[in-house]
């Protein structure tokens, strides 16, 4: 299965320039706890999740109402192809300790593919699974 059947498409994101609190208040809106920082068009730049937030304020005491995004973001981060296979992502997420991964097509981000929507489909995949089986020892 490919990346692309599975990711997201509903993109959460902020200019580099957002603040702290405008990106808590997109994630709260959107009920996401990342968002990816993008500009030029949709090229990645970073991305800010709620724990990164949240040490920030919290941790390090830097003002939300004035802390820009591209202060805290994870610069570089950890990125997929589309066309790129489910399993081969789920190892990238495992090498990276990480549990979401934006998704490219070039530079471009266009989806978001999390482990849960992995496990989601696996489950999903599994429970076809049982039921053939018990509909075959049925007949059998």
Do not use: W
């Not at 959107?30 to 937030?53: A, C, Q």
């Not at 589309?82 to 989806?111: H, T, W």
């Not at 992995?118 to 699974?129: D, P, S």
Request: glycine content about 4%; charged content about 30%.
């Amino acid at each position: 299965m490919k990346v692309k059947q599975l990711m997201h498409k509903d993109l959460v994101t902020i200019l580099p320039a957002a603040t702290l609190h405008e990106a808590a208040l997109k994630m709260k809106e959107m009920k996401v706890g990342t968002v990816l920082i993008v500009e030029n068009g949709g090229k990645l730049k970073g991305i800010v999740t709620d724990r990164d937030i949240s040490l920030a304020v919290a941790a390090d005491a830097k003002d939300p109402n004035t802390t820009r995004a591209s202060e805290i973001m994870a610069s570089e981060p950890v990125s997929i192809s589309f066309d790129a296979d489910v399993d081969y992502a789920l190892r990238i997420m495992s090498q990276q300790n990480v549990r979401r991964l934006p998704v490219c097509e070039k530079e471009r981000v266009v989806g978001i593919l999390s482990a849960a929507d992995v496990a989601t489909e696996l489950r999903e995949e599994m429970n076809q699974f049982i039921g053939l089986e018990e509909a075959f020892a049925k007949h059998h």
